[in-house]
C-alpha cells in the first residue's frame, strides 16, 4: 500500500469517526465516554472507540468549530466536558450523512455484485 493509499484510508476512517461523533452529540450533549458507550449502543456492540482516537477527534471538531464543549458533572458525579453541536455542526453532520448514504450504498451495491 503506498503512502498515498494509507494516507486516504485514514482520512476516510477519520471522515467516519468525525460523522458518528457528530450524529451522536447531536441527540444530546454528552461528555467522551458517554459519547463512546453511545456509539457502541447504537451500532448494538459493533464499533468501539477507543480513547486514542476519540479524544483527539473530540478536539478536532471543537477546533474547527462544529462542536462546542461545556464543562459540567457526569452522572458519576465527576467534572467532565459535555459536546453539543454547533450550527456549523448540524450543516457539516447533514451534508456529510447524505455523502455517507450514496457512498455507503455505492459500496453495498460493487459488494452484492451490482
Known amino acids: ?15 467516519i469517526l468525525d460523522l458518528l461523533i457528530l450524529r451522536t452529540v447531536e441527540v444530546a450533549p454528552l461528555h467522551g465516554w458517554g459519547i463512546s458507550k453511545s456509539i457502541r449502543r447504537m451500532s448494538h456492540e459493533v464499533l468501539t472507540i477507543n480513547q486514542g482516537s476519540l479524544y483527539p477527534a473530540l478536539y478536532r471538531l471543537e477546533t474547527a468549530g462544529l ?5 459540567g458533572t457526569s452522572p458519576e ?3 467532565a466536558k459535555f459536546y453539543s453541536l454547533t450550527r456549523a455542526g ?24 451490482g
Open 67 to 71: 462542536i462546542k464543549g461545556d464543562w
Open 1 to 15: 500500500m503506498s503512502d498515498k493509499q494509507i494516507r486516504e484510508q485514514a482520512e476516510l476512517l477519520q471522515g
Open 90 to 113: 448540524k450543516k457539516r453532520l447533514k451534508d456529510e450523512n447524505t455523502y455517507w448514504s450514496v457512498f455507503s450504498r455505492a459500496v453495498n451495491d460493487v459488494l452484492s455484485g
Open 77 to 79: 458525579g465527576r467534572e
